[in-house]
């Protein structure tokens, strides 16, 4: 069992960054992938980035490409989301998600992501 707890969300204007994190505990971090998704009011949860368990291979969704970063330390059992040049459009509550067996498939990963944190608000204002 892996248990997630974000962090580093808040109140931003457009263009501005955030670091987003997501401690990990419970099964050992650097065995499994972890990803970032995100969910704005009304709207179903998005896939956003994901990252291999060695952080050797990551993945986007097109709107936050060459914008957004992943990364991990498997040293300090912690991920990242490095989020820059932030639109309004990026608000959400931003969750992240570890590797299992079962769970939410994500096209164009080969990762299945059933564990998930509480979550951590964003906000972007114009």
């Known amino acids: 069992q892996v248990q997630l707890v974000e962090s580093g969300g808040g109140l931003v204007q457009a263009g501005g960054s955030l670091r987003l994190s997501c401690a990990a505990s419970?099964?050992?971090?650097?065995?499994?992938?972890m990803g970032w998704f995100r969910q704005a009011p009304g709207k179903e949860r998005e896939f956003v980035a994901a990252i291999s368990w060695s952080g050797g291979s990551t993945y986007y969704a097109a709107s936050v490409q060459n914008r957004f970063t992943i990364s991990r330390d498997n040293a300090k059992n912690t991920g990242y989301l490095q989020m820059n040049s932030l639109k309004p459009e990026d608000t959400a509550v931003y969750y992240c998600a570890a590797e299992s067996k079962k769970g939410t498939v994500v096209a164009g990963t080969p990762f299945h992501f059933g564990s998930w944190g509480q979550g951590t608000q964003v906000t972007v204002s114009s």
């Open positions: 419970g099964r050992t971090f650097s065995t499994y992938a």
